[in-house]
């Protein structure tokens, strides 16, 4: 396996935000902490459109975000995917994104978001979201935000065997627990097993028959 399920996920946040203090800062802040009760590594860094993001490569997860000013997302983080070396250091990233501000969802999703999203068409977007100024500070809509991230992480971690095979996240678990001489042998015993009957996911119990079977491992 070449990824490892029991790694802390990495977290960078990179934003934008005219004000100091103000409630983007705070919504960071407030994801920062969820995330890192939730186990994460987490570092934030403010933007500058003509920065250096070389270093964005040694996270998992890249979350953008910023708020709107006169219509148009804040414009250091847009001038970093524009202007800096931001949007290849992003290649084969999972990202999430946000945006902060006052008009309704329908408008916000269909005029801001799309600002951060053409640049990112390359990417896997674990989670995007709009946060309304009352959002910004309630737990459960970033708790929301964090959760889906968190899932999205944990299913892009899942082992991929092609094809429509799926595995639960107990059986992808089991195996990713498994030093990796063992587990790819079993990977591909499994994967014999499923097309030989018809299994189009893995779960615990899959495992136990094929373990049973004649061809058991
Ligand atoms: C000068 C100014 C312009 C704004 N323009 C917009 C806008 O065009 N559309 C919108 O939805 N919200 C707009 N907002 C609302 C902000 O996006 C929102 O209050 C955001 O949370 C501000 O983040 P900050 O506290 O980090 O500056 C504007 C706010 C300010 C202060």
């Known amino acids: 396996m070449t990824r490892d399920n029991d790694r802390q996920m990495r977290v960078i946040i990179l934003y934008d935000s005219r004000t100091s203090g103000g409630s983007t800062d ?26 250096d993001y070389s270093f964005v490569r040694d996270f998992d ?16 983080l847009i001038g970093a995917l524009v202007q800096s070396n931001l949007k290849k250091c992003l290649k084969n ?7 902060a501000c006052g008009s309704p969802e329908a408008l916000a999703l269909g005029l801001y978001l799309p600002q951060l999203k053409i640049h990112l068409i390359r990417n896997k977007i674990l989670s995007e979201k709009i946060f309304a100024p009352h959002q910004m500070t309630d737990p459960d809509s970033v708790g929301d935000f964090v959760e889906e991230i968190e899932e999205g992480y944990k ?56 373990r049973s079977s004649p061809m058991g491992f």
Do not use: H
């Open 26 to 51: 705070k919504l960071i802040d407030m994801i920062g902490e969820q995330l890192a009760e939730a186990g994460a590594y987490v570092e934030k860094a403010k933007c500058k459109a003509t920065a």
């Open 61 to 76: 997860v890249i979350i953008m975000g910023a708020p709107v000013y006169y219509l148009v997302v804040s414009s250091q």
């Open 155 to 210: 299913k892009t971690l899942r082992p991929r065997f092609g094809g429509d095979l799926e595995w639960s996240d107990e059986a992808a678990e089991m195996l990713n627990q498994m030093p990796s001489m063992f587990s790819n042998k079993i990977r591909s015993a499994l994967t014999t097993y499923a097309k030989q009957n018809g299994i189009k996911v893995i779960t615990l119990e899959v495992l136990d028959q094929a």
């Open 93 to 99: 990233k999972n990202v999430a994104l946000f945006v």
